[in-house]
């Protein structure tokens, strides 16, 4: 179990320690700086966050001393010739299925790092980056350089090659709402699934497109949506279009992996060969953004469901955990030491983070509650934080 | 030669760049960009995005005279020119 918990907040990286059995905040870091993701490489202790800088572009920001000082790097960029199909919000008719009219392309930048992950212990300098408009990027140096993976960026469900020309096959990545604070409808990666068992197995999902697979390093990449269902579109079981919060695996049994989508709780026991919906929408568990595995256990998991989706708050004022300990067959209600009256928390999709029997999540309102039984109890470490965007323990 | 104002929130980043007079050869506003940029290294990084384009949510003005070339920044800027760089306010 880690002794520490590293916040990526509205207003800077905010970062709980574990001393003398009290979980104590350190004085916050990148103060007045939107931070989207922020953690700890567990290989070297290498802090990282992403910084969502509203007019200087976003950068990552690298601390090689425990935080003690940190430093941007710029180097993360798309390269020159890289374009992707520009996508706009799709009005009331709209069919992601349908032809789309004549192509019309744009020059990608890097508009936000969504997502951080880290490479196996055998890559001590591999890193991963994912990115709005929808690029994978890679590092071999420990994060001095990076490299848009461009089997993924040119993959066929995404028209092809466009380094090379116009589009090719037909473009099935949707955009996120999440893009449209940057002023596009573009498609996002907040989700990279490492395999700790095998360092060329990889997975990303993408908001709105759905979980893609490479089992070559990154070289190739293919579609993994079979049992994935989507309640809003006409053909719910379309091959994309899907739109995942977050997806995640098991640590030690990763052919296990779990996704909270959109439209649901989904379960993999077959490394995303097959997904099957296990919400229990009258228990409550259906809506919402995180959703994390157990490290030893591929059938257990925790999500901290909301409210439907045009709500989006806790339902029913109260807010509370759903634990599974037997692959969404069942779901346990934890509700103690959470507030179950006037609570209108949402906890988005890289907020909530387990670490042996520890949980932690943080919520938009600024507040974030951690528990030591697997989440039989919960403690607040806050009520007045900046809203919390992400939550991992170090 | 013109000088160069900005907003004091990039000396956060560039702290070499505070409380000092920052004059730059007479060009284009590329050209005056890349020499802050040889003063402080990196710094186009936080004004352009990684296509030269100005960032959205940034302004420049030459004199009284917001820039009328973001993409391609060809505006000169005259020998005793000032230029303002500074944050739109639709950044929030």
Known sequence: MSDMVVLGTRKGTIIFVRINARWQPRPIAHVGVPVCYAARDPRDGTL?????????????????DDGKTWSDISSLKYPQGARYIVKYLPTPDFNPEAPSAQAEYADATVLKIWNIAFG???????LYAG?????????????????????????????????????????HWNGTPASIDYGVFEPGIHSIITNPQDSNHLYVAVSTAGVIESTDGGKTWEGRNRGMLMDYLPNPESDWGHDPHFVTNCANQPNHLWQQNHCGVFYSDDSAQNWKKVSMPEVGVHFGFPIVADANDGKTAWVVPAS??????????GLFVAR??????????LRNGLPQENAYDIVLRHALDASGDYLCFGSSTGNVYLSEDRGETWQCLGNNLPPVYSVRFG | MPSVEMTQHLYRFFPQLKDRVITVPAGSVAEV????????????????????VLRRHVNLCINNTVVVDKTKLTDRIPEDGTVYIFQALSGG
């Open chain 1, 120 to 126: 196996n212990a055998d890559q001590p300098n591999k």
């Open chain 1, 308 to 317: 439907a989706d045009s709500e989006r708050i806790a339902i029913n004022g």
């Open chain 1, 48 to 64: 990282w966050a992403s910084l969502d800088h509203g007019h200087w572009g976003p950068k990552l920001s690298r601390s090689r």
């Open chain 1, 131 to 171: 990115t709005i408009p929808g690029g994978l990027f890679v590092s071999d140096d420990g994060g001095d350089s990076w490299e848009l993976n461009r089997p993924l960026w040119n993959h066929d469900s995404r028209g092809g090659d466009l380094f090379a020309g116009d589009a090719t096959t037909e473009n």
């Open chain 2, 33 to 52: 960009l890349q020499a802050i940029n040889e003063i402080a290294p990196g710094f186009t990084d936080y004004v352009l995005d990684e296509r030269g």
């Open chain 1, 324 to 333: 599974t300990t037997d692959g969404g067959q069942s779901w346990q209600i």
